[in-house]
C-alpha cells in the first residue's frame, strides 16, 4: 500500500475503476475498492497474499499464468473471468498489462451484456442448426452470384451432395440443364420483387437434379434476405416425387372410373333396349301360342279327346305364366333403373288400400289383418307400394292354406334409432336355412303348384328397399308364419 | 248408312288373326281394313280417291318401315284424320311409348294381354267403346 500515495487512491476508488497491482514475485500489492468488491475479497487481505491465497484454483491458476506471460512477451494478456452467483453473477474482463518493475497492473471490465450476446449468439446458432438438420425439406441459401452458402441435410439426402461439396459451387449444379436459363431470370426478377418471398413453380413443374443426374419433381419456396449490402436467397424445396406419381396413379383410377361408368352407362342403355325388346317381342309369340290354343279350344273341342283339351290347357297355362315372368322381370329392372323420389308417405294408409285390393280379389278368405296407424315414412311412394304390394301379398298368399290366418304391419324402434317396419304373418312361413335365397330372383322356397308365384317379388323388394339405403331380413318357421323386417334407410 | 270401317294397323301376322278373330266373337259388323305397316296405313289413309275415313284405328307401334309413332303423327297433323279416334294396341307398356302416344294426341292405349281371353274382352271393351257408346266427331 505504501507504494500508492493515499490522494491518488482515494482518487481510484471514487472512479469506480477494478483495479489492483502486484508485483514481481506475484505478490498483490493492493487494490481499489470496486476491485475487492468484484473478486469477494474483504478489505486488508491483499497486501502480500498471492493467487493462490485469493482465488479459487481454476482463476488463481489462470491469473498467475496471464500475469507470467505478460511478463515475458512485456504486451498485455486478457482473460475472462466468470464471477458470484445469481444475481450478483457477472462476466469481467481482466488486463495483465506488464509495468517496468517485473510487476503487472490488472484492470477488469465488466463484459456480462457482452457475454450474454455471445451466449444468444452461440445459443441461436446451434438451435438454427439443430432446426436445419432435422428438416426433411432441402435449405438451399446461395449469394448474390447464385453460389452455394448454404446445404442442409435434407438438401444432402435429396440431392445426393454432401454439404462440403456444393458449398462454394454455383447453384446450377442442383438444376436441369435447361431449366438453368430460367432459372437465373427468375432470380434477378425476384431480386427486385416487392414480395420478399414467393412460392416457385407458378408457371410450372419445377425439377431438382441429384448428383445422380436423375431429375426430379419438386416444390419450392424462395425467400431474399438483405443483409447489409449482401442479398442471400433461400429456397426450401420439397422432393415431390412420391406425390407426382401418387397424383398419377390417382388420374389414372380416374380415367379408369369414368372408362368404367360409361360403359355401365353403355350397359344399361343397351338393358333398356333389350327390355324394351323382351316387353315387345317376347310376349307377342306368347300371345300367339295363348290364342291360337284357345281357337283349337273353341273351334274343334268336340273333336279333341280329354286329354288332347287338358294338353292345351297346360299350354296355356305355361304361356300365361311366362307371359308373367316377363312381366315380373321388367318390373324388377325397371325398380332397378329408376330414381328414388323421397316424400313424406302415409305407410299406415297405403297398407290399408294394399290389403283391401287383397280382400276384393278373393273376399272369400277369412283373413284378420291389423295395420299400426300413423306409420309414415320418407320413402318413394311408388317403389315403397311395390314393397306393400309384394310383403303383404306373400302374407296373404303363404296364410291361404290356414283357415283363420292373421296378418299384422308395424314399426318398432331399432338400436341405432332407425324405426323398422315389419309384415308378420301366421302362415306357411319357411326353413330358416334358406334364408340366403329369399331374395335371390326367381328363387323360391315352395313349389309352384303349392302356392303360385314367379319368386321375384322379395328380390324386388330387397332392391328397392336397398335403393332407399336400408335392409331388409326375415325370420320364419315352418308352418309357424314368417315376419319380413325392413327399414328405409 | 254403311258403318265406317275399322283400321287394323299389324304387321304380325297372328295377332292380325287374332284381332280379327276377337272383333268377329264380340259381332263387330264394321268392315275391318288391315294394313300390314306403317307405309301401307299411311296409304290406306291419304291416298287420294280411295282414302279411307275409319272410326277408329287399331295402332300398333312396331312396325315395319314406318312405325307406329310416326303413324299417329301424321293422323293428327293431316285435317282430314286429325279427329279420328285412334287406339294404341301394342305389346310394350314402356313409359317412353305411353307418354309418347298420347303426347301426340292417342285416344287410348291398350297393352294386348298374353291371355287370349283377357285379349277377347278388351277387344270388346273397345269396340263397344269406340264403335258404339262413344259420339264420333262431326266430318
Known amino acids: 500500500m505504501a507504494s500508492i500515495p493515499d490522494p491518488l487512491r482515494l482518487a481510484l476508488d471514487q472512479s469506480g475503476l477494478a483495479v489492483a497491482i502486484r508485483d514481481g514475485d506475484g505478490r498483490y500489492l493492493g487494490g481499489s475498492v470496486r476491485f475487492m468488491a468484484w473478486f469477494g475479497l474483504a478489505g486488508g487481505t491483499l497486501p502480500g497474499a498471492g493467487d493462490a491465497d485469493l482465488f479459487a484454483p481454476a482463476a488463481a491458476a489462470a491469473f498467475?499464468?496471464?500475469?507470467?506471460?505478460?511478463?515475458?512477451?512485456?504486451?498485455?494478456?486478457?482473460?475472462?473471468?466468470?464471477?458470484?452467483?445469481?444475481?450478483?453473477?457477472r462476466t469481467v474482463l481482466v488486463e495483465f498489462a506488464p509495468r517496468a518493475d517485473g510487476?503487472?497492473?490488472?484492470?477488469?471490465?465488466?463484459?456480462?451484456?457482452?457475454?450474454?450476446i455471445n451466449d444468444d449468439m452461440l445459443?441461436?446458432?446451434?438451435?438454427?442448426?439443430?432446426?436445419?438438420?432435422?428438416?426433411?425439406?432441402?435449405?438451399i441459401s446461395v449469394d448474390e452470384r447464385q453460389r452455394i452458402i448454404l446445404f442442409n441435410q435434407g438438401a444432402e439426402r435429396i440431392f445426393g451432395y454432401g454439404a462440403d461439396e456444393v458449398v462454394g459451387r454455383p447453384l446450377n449444379l442442383l438444376l436441369p440443364p435447361e431449366a438453368r436459363a430460367g432459372h437465373g431470370a427468375h432470380v434477378a426478377q425476384f431480386r427486385h420483387a416487392p414480395e420478399t418471398a414467393r412460392r416457385m413453380g407458378e408457371r410450372g413443374q419445377i425439377c431438382g437434379r441429384r448428383k445422380s443426374g436423375e431429375i426430379f419433381p419438386a416444390e419450392a419456396s424462395i425467400s431474399r434476405i438483405v443483409i447489409g449490402r449482401r442479398t442471400v436467397f433461400t429456397a426450401i424445396l420439397r422432393d415431390v416425387t412420391r406425390e407426382r406419381e401418387a397424383e398419377a396413379a390417382i388420374r389414372a383410377l380416374n380415367e379408369d372410373l369414368r372408362y368404367r361408368a360409361a360403359q355401365l352407362e353403355l350397359a344399361n342403355r343397351e338393358l333398356e333396349a333389350f327390355s324394351y325388346s323382351v316387353s315387345h317381342d317376347l310376349r307377342t309369340p306368347l300371345r300367339?301360342?295363348?290364342?291360337?290354343?284357345?281357337?283349337?279350344?273353341?273351334?274343334?273341342?268336340?273333336?279333341?279327346?280329354?286329354?288332347?283339351?287338358?294338353?292345351?290347357?297346360?299350354?296355356?297355362?305355361?304361356?300365361?305364366?311366362?307371359?308373367?315372368?316377363?312381366?315380373?322381370?321388367?318390373?324388377?329392372?325397371?325398380?332397378?333403373?329408376?330414381?328414388?323420389?323421397?316424400?313424406?308417405?302415409?305407410?299406415?294408409?297405403?297398407?290399408?288400400a294394399v290389403v283391401a285390393e287383397l280382400r276384393k280379389a278373393e273376399p272369400e278368405r277369412r283373413v284378420e289383418v291389423v295395420i299400426a296407424t300413423g306409420m309414415r315414412a320418407e320413402a318413394d311412394p311408388h317403389l315403397i307400394r311395390?314393397?306393400?304390394?309384394?310383403?303383404l301379398g306373400n302374407s296373404w298368399k303363404f296364410t291361404a292354406k290356414h283357415d283363420a290366418a292373421h296378418i299384422e304391419m308395424g314399426c318398432r324402434e331399432t338400436a341405432g334409432h332407425r324405426r323398422a317396419f315389419y309384415v308378420r304373418d301366421d302362415g306357411a312361413g319357411f326353413d330358416m336355412a334358406y334364408a340366403d335365397k329369399l331374395f335371390g330372383a326367381?328363387?323360391?322356397?315352395?313349389?309352384?303348384?303349392?302356392?303360385?308365384?314367379?319368386?321375384?317379388?322379395?328380390?324386388?323388394?330387397?332392391?328397392?328397399?336397398?335403393?332407399?339405403?336400408?335392409?331388409?331380413?326375415?325370420?320364419?318357421?315352418?308352418?309357424r308364419g314368417a315376419t319380413f323386417i325392413f327399414t328405409l334407410g | 248408312m254403311a258403318l265406317n270401317p275399322i283400321l287394323l294397323v299389324e304387321d304380325n301376322p297372328d295377332d292380325e288373326a287374332l284381332t280379327l278373330r276377337a272383333l268377329a266373337k264380340n259381332k263387330i259388323q264394321n268392315e275391318v281394313v288391315v294394313a300390314h305397316d306403317g307405309a301401307e296405313a299411311l296409304a290406306r289413309l291419304f291416298d287420294g280417291g280411295t282414302a279411307l275415313r275409319p272410326a277408329v284405328v287399331l295402332l300398333d307401334l312396331k312396325l315395319p318401315k314406318v312405325d307406329g309413332i310416326e303413324v299417329l303423327r301424321?293422323?293428327?297433323?293431316?285435317?282430314?284424320?286429325?279427329?279420328?279416334?285412334?287406339?294404341?294396341l301394342t305389346s310394350s307398356k314402356e313409359e317412353q311409348d305411353l307418354v309418347m302416344s298420347y303426347q301426340l294426341g292417342a285416344n287410348s292405349y291398350i297393352r294386348k294381354p298374353v291371355d287370349f281371353l283377357q285379349f277377347t274382352e278388351a277387344v270388346r271393351q273397345l269396340g263397344l267403346y269406340w264403335l258404339i257408346l262413344n259420339e264420333a266427331p262431326p266430318r
Open chain 1, 64 to 89: 498467475a499464468a496471464a500475469a507470467a506471460q505478460a511478463r515475458d512477451t512485456g504486451q498485455p494478456v486478457l482473460v475472462q473471468q466468470a464471477l458470484g452467483t445469481g444475481n450478483e453473477a
Open chain 1, 103 to 116: 510487476g503487472t497492473t490488472m484492470v477488469a471490465l465488466d463484459v456480462t451484456g457482452q457475454a450474454r
Open chain 1, 123 to 139: 445459443e441461436s446458432r446451434a438451435l438454427f442448426k439443430g432446426i436445419l438438420d432435422i428438416a426433411a425439406d432441402a435449405v
Open chain 1, 288 to 352: 300367339g301360342i295363348d290364342g291360337f290354343s284357345q281357337v283349337l279350344l273353341e273351334d274343334y273341342y268336340d273333336l279333341l279327346p280329354p286329354a288332347g283339351r287338358d294338353a292345351l290347357e297346360r299350354v296355356r297355362n305355361a304361356t300365361q305364366r311366362m307371359g308373367q315372368l316377363i312381366d315380373d322381370i321388367l318390373n324388377l329392372s325397371r325398380v332397378t333403373r329408376g330414381d328414388v323420389h323421397r316424400e313424406e308417405v302415409d305407410l299406415s294408409a297405403m297398407a290399408e
Open chain 1, 386 to 391: 311395390v314393397v306393400l304390394v309384394n310383403l
Open chain 1, 442 to 479: 326367381f328363387q323360391r322356397l315352395h313349389g309352384a303348384t303349392e302356392y303360385p308365384g314367379t319368386g321375384v317379388g322379395l328380390a324386388t323388394v330387397q332392391r328397392i328397399i336397398h335403393k332407399h339405403g336400408g335392409e331388409v331380413r326375415a325370420e320364419a318357421a315352418v308352418e
Open chain 2, 74 to 88: 301424321r293422323i293428327r297433323m293431316a285435317p282430314a284424320t286429325e279427329l279420328t279416334p285412334v287406339v294404341v
